[in-house]
């Protein structure tokens, strides 16, 4: 399958399976046809136009495809971590079929020529049938990320930049931050920002605690976040732009964000799978595929996070792959890098860690990991709706799989989760009808 879902862009009928949709309230066992790279309708019982080609997928959830606005693919610049393309392949190996690419390259992604690069160097993989997920360029928000000078904004949109972000580093300076969180509403762009105070974090490489305390590491205090998020929603107040809070990890920082939007200040935020399922905890052993920035917090704040996301205060899950090669993993903690990969193992994760237990339902899961991320952030998907782009996750919630690091289609491994029987193997993933992942083979 290559062209427009079926064989030799023959008309697609997926049949039988459990189609969940958010968007459209839609849990129910139906058909789905795709035509033209578009969802034709969704039905029980379709029958589908002559000659059209059957997928059945019964036992299977059929959901709209995942979104990720946090992703670091590394390139230019760190191709022996990642690549556009190994990223985006292991995007849709995960059942991702947006991502968001974020700018810390080496160049940065702050001018036009190198936004354009990334979106070029996708379109070129999925010309050659090599591609995986969309890919979509952050541009940077200062000039080489020195976070001094306000980049081109508009040349960045213009070249294909759907937000702006400093991400890897917070925007420190109030004063920009305010120039940005207005000047890019006459774009309709967020604003996005790793909210730390680095006086506060003072370099330290794990949650400030009585793990840290054990261990003998410099800790950062969950306040580094907090300080920080509530300077920007202030900002978000003043000047009506769209913030949007990354890798939300305290409870401080959840209540600051709930408390901004009651009062209609217009914030988003996005929870990542290791913050919801790990505490500093997992760090013991001097475990570096625990290290990651914000850190792993406490218990309380896990619970605070995992709660924000039941009750839609943060409305999506995002990964913040952050692919690096073993060597530089396997050093003293101090000197290891912060980060770890997450676009294989997120669903799975998430499934594991909220719909299992019942704190949410399947349905509520995927609008946070689908439909919410796309709602907020005005990204064309995220639903099953009639002549919406067919863009489809089928996966098996009951199939069970091993987190084995050597088998990703990233090139890295640095995963907490290595070792770990998950449930949730996706089956196939199509973009715009095109299938770019089925069952283990990448299309």
């Known amino acids: 399958m290559s062209v427009s879902g079926g064989l030799n862009g023959q008309p697609l009928l997926i049949a039988g399976g459990r189609v969940v949709c958010p968007d459209t309230g839609t849990d129910q066992i139906a058909d789905v046809l795709v035509q033209d790279g578009r969802i034709a309708a969704v039905e029980p019982n379709l029958t589908g136009p002559d000659g059209v080609d059957r997928l059945a997928v019964e036992g299977m959830v059929l959901a709209p495809g995942l979104v990720d606005v946090h992703v670091h693919l590394r390139e230019p610049g760190a191709t022996h971590k990642e690549t556009i393309r190994s990223g985006a ?73 759907v937000a702006v972000s400093d991400d890897g580093l917070p925007i420190a300076d109030t004063g920009l931050m305010r120039r940005l969180l207005e000047y890019t509403q006459a774009f309709d762009i967020p604003v996005l920002q790793h909210a730390e105070d680095l006086g506060l974090s003072a370099q330290g490489v794990m949650n400030e605690g009585s793990v840290a305390t054990s261990l003998g590491l410099r800790g950062q205090p969950g306040a580094a976040e907090s300080v920080m998020v509530a300077r920007d929603v202030r900002l978000a107040q003043l000047t009506g732009g769209h913030l949007h809070v990354q890798h939300v990890s305290t409870r401080d920082s959840v209540e600051i964000i709930a408390r901004a939007r009651d009062k209609g200040v217009r914030v988003t935020a996005e929870a990542t799978p290791h913050h919801l399922a790990l505490t500093d905890e997992a760090v013991l052993g001097y475990r570096t595929e625990a290290k990651m920035n914000p850190p792993l917090r406490s218990a309380d704040d896990r619970a605070a996070v995992r709660q924000a996301v039941v009750d839609g205060t943060i409305e999506m899950i995002a990964t913040d792959h952050a692919p690096h090669h073993y060597e530089e993993k396997d050093r003293e903690f101090d000197d290891a890098p912060f980060g770890v990969v997450g676009l294989e193992t997120a669903l799975s994760v998430c499934m594991r860690e909220l719909v299992e237990p019942g704190l949410m339902t399947l349905n509520d899961l995927i609008d946070r990991m689908s439909a919410g991320p796309a709602r907020a952030m005005g990204i064309n998907g995220g639903s099953l709706r009639r002549g919406m782009p067919a863009d489809i996750v089928i996966f098996d919630p009951d199939g069970a799989w091993v987190v084995d690091p050597r088998r990703f289609r990233s090139k890295a491994g640095n995963t907490p989760f290595a070792g770990d029987t998950l449930k949730g193997v996706v089956h196939r993933t199509l973009v715009s009808g095109e299938v770019r992942y089925a069952s283990g083979v990448l299309l």
């Open 89 to 161: 392949q292991a995007a849709a190996a995960g059942g991702f079929t947006t991502i968001w690419a974020m700018p810390n390259t080496t160049p940065p992604l702050d001018d036009p020529a190198a936004v354009g690069y990334v979106r070029q160097e996708a379109k070129r993989w999925a010309r050659r049938g090599q591609g995986g997920a969309r890919v979509s360029p952050v541009g940077a928000a200062s000039r080489r990320m020195a976070g001094k000078r306000m980049t081109e904004v508009g040349a960045l949109v213009e070249a294909g930049a």
